[in-house]
């Protein structure tokens, strides 16, 4: 069976390498993945994307590109006779591209759809504080992520996991459900199943807006804000001016006494830095501070003076 493949992240890797392992079955006749980044070094190369990387590697043929709708585009995929493209977090595809497959075009999609229709369904599922997620398989057609669903698989949220660790375990159960479909559609034994729109939820893109902390949320909801938006692109608050990034943090461990702090509030206690919520106090953990590097909370508080007065997240 011909395959095309398209992705771009690291997500998209072992998807991409469970698809080459199986050379028996599937041929991957073309890797399509965006083009290679500038780095801040001028004097450095353009950086490829991760699953450029890993197509290099497999030896296999890579086409980069920029726009989708392009009819060149289209071109190209008609050009290479795929009876299937898989798709795994790369761009919106018109029709002009994925009907070009003749079984079919699928895309892995990491939430259980209808839940988390979106760019950022593992970030989101998090900070909803939700304990269960997993991953989809479904045809394409014009609605993003609303196509009918081939698989489905399911796994629990460990209470202190955050996104990146999420996004790397649903990264190797997703490539084995993309090879299950992949048989299934050889085998032509699939059975979908429509989408209920009723139960529907959105994984939004991740802005600087929407990935701000509100120190009015309780300590629950404030601790999956920044689990899901860890490590990257990081919860955010202000301090003395400056944008400050908190990566990880934890429901304080004892009892603090300060009923009249409002949320927001900085403590340092006992040589642990802690913020308050609306119902209680945060410890933050690891944080980094505009112009400085990442470090652990311990390390921060050795350089700061702390003013009662004056400290306060916004």
Known sequence: MRIIFMGTPEFA???LQAIAAEKNKFDIVLVVTGSDKPRRS??????PTAVKKAALALALPVHEVDDVTHPDFAETIAACKADVIVVAAFRILPPAVYEQAALGAFNLHASLLPAYRGAAPINWAIIRGERETGVTTFF???RVDTGNIILKEKTAIAPDE?????ARRLSVIGASVVVDTLHQIATESVAVSNQDDSLASRAPKLTRDNTRIAWSHSVAVINDFIRGLALKPAAWTTFEGKTMKIFRAAPAGRSIETPSAPPGTVLVDQGRLYAKGSDGWLELLLLQLEGRKTMEAVEFL???RHDEESSFFV
């Not at 001028?42 to 950086?47: F, G, M």
């Not at 955050?162 to 999420?166: P, S």
Request: proline share 10%; glycine share 4%; charged share 25%.
């Open 162 to 166: 955050n996104a990146t660790d999420l």
């Open 302 to 304: 050795r350089g700061f």
């Open 13 to 15: 890797v072992p998807s």
């Open 140 to 142: 394409l057609q014009q």
């Open 42 to 47: 001028k004097h450095a190369d353009p950086e």
